[in-house]
């Protein structure tokens, strides 16, 4: 069991979402070397499941899951689709890339295998990935490694412009996705996924943001998320913003009164709180962030408090210009729903984002599973609201005093 990198929480000082930017702005050689690091991570959590569930890594049909093997097999399947399988001139043309274009045959049509039948998450509905032929745990590493091969060999080549070099980063972070994926699916399911939250980083008190105006979305260089363009500028009102997500101190209390559920994952027992983590039981931290409670939850706790959630832009306002804003233990609920930017256009992934703007809340920040190049304070995460499996937690917000 390690502390994994990936937990490295931002202190204050720290340049917000320093890795990401490297990332998203990175050439060739800084690509390789995080593509090289994200598979190492798949693969350790495949051999951590392979070791709680064996070599089928057969688990419950769940709408919190996917079948591990299908997992590992989409991975492989998506760097594919949009690197090695993608004509060179359509790949270099980045998020302008036609997505309809014509794709060269997969590498498993050889064995007679239809990968775009097996792993097209945009075209095979959910609840049919269990009963699907999949290759077996043997094949599917392998393909992986195929799949990195082929990825690093045309990396190695590919125009070191953000058209160039943006198919893969896309790879690079839907993989990173997956990874984080992997431990909230090891915590549903009551095994250990071989990663751990780091020490805490203990955070405390209320900072002032004055009133003023806050432009959301990415700027300049480098690698967007579709959602995250072309941004918008918002008038924002002065707020007294808590310093720290809020800890299970202050959560417990509102349990204990009545004004919330006991939270997924834990418990009262005689002698205090405890919580069901990495396969067992441990006694609950008292300073450590709420973690697993959904974004009906953290509201329910606000209005008990007599506090409110942020928005969108007060969270990212806060992360980037705030002193002593401590984030990056857990994702954290916002009161935002999760929508287009205006003058929005979907990138050649047209599943990512469109689908979702749904009403469903923005998350901001990171969780201590996140990888480093994924923990951005402009990234806009998102999922349904009553969700507890994910490492979610909140921060909130002063009401305005009554006049």
Known sequence: MVAIEQGIVSEPGDAPGAAAEQARRGGRETLAALLRRTRARTLRLAQAYEAA?????????????????????????????????????????????????????????MRGLDADALYDSSAVPHDTRWSLPLPDLAATRA?????????????????????????????????????????????????????TAPP?????????????????????????FDNELPGQTVELAAVDIDAAPVNWARYLPAVEAGAVPVPRFLQRE?????????????????RAPVCHVSATEAQAWCAWASRRLPSEAEWERAALSAPGFAWGQVWEWTASAFAP?????????????????????????????????????????????PRTDILAGFRSVALPAPR
């Not at 890594?57 to 993608?86: C, K, M, T, Y």
């Not at 805490?200 to 967007?224: D, H, K, M, S, V």
């Not at 599943?351 to 201590?368: E, I």
Request: charged fraction near 20%.
């Open 341 to 385: 930017h205006p003058g929005f256009e979907p990138h050649p992934y047209r599943d990512y984002s469109q689908p979702w703007f749904d009403g469903r809340p923005v998350l901001k920040g990171a969780s201590w599973a996140t990888a480093p190049q994924m923990r951005h304070p402009r990234y806009r995460n998102f999922f349904g609201a």
């Open 200 to 224: 805490l980083a203990a955070c405390e008190g209320t900072l002032r943001l004055p009133a003023g105006p806050w432009t959301l979305g990415w700027r300049g260089p480098g690698f967007a």
């Open 53 to 109: 569930l064996g070599p089928g890594l057969r688990v419950p049909r769940s709408p919190e899951l996917n079948p591990p093997l299908w997992e590992l097999g989409h991975l492989g399947w998506f760097a594919d689709r949009w690197i090695a399988r993608q004509p060179a001139p359509q790949r270099e043309r980045g998020a302008r890339a036609d997505p309809t274009a014509p794709l060269a045959p997969a590498r498993q049509a």
């Open 143 to 195: 393909d992986l490694r195929a799949s990195l091969d082929d990825t690093l060999a045309l990396l190695a080549h590919a125009p070191e412009t953000d058209d160039g070099l943006y198919a893969f980063r896309l790879a690079l972070f839907h993989e990173d996705m997956h990874g984080e994926a992997w431990v909230y699916m090891a915590q549903v399911l009551d095994i250990d996924p071989g990663e």
């Open 270 to 286: 005689a002698g205090g709180w405890w919580q069901r983590a990495q396969g067992r039981w441990r006694a609950l931290d008292p």
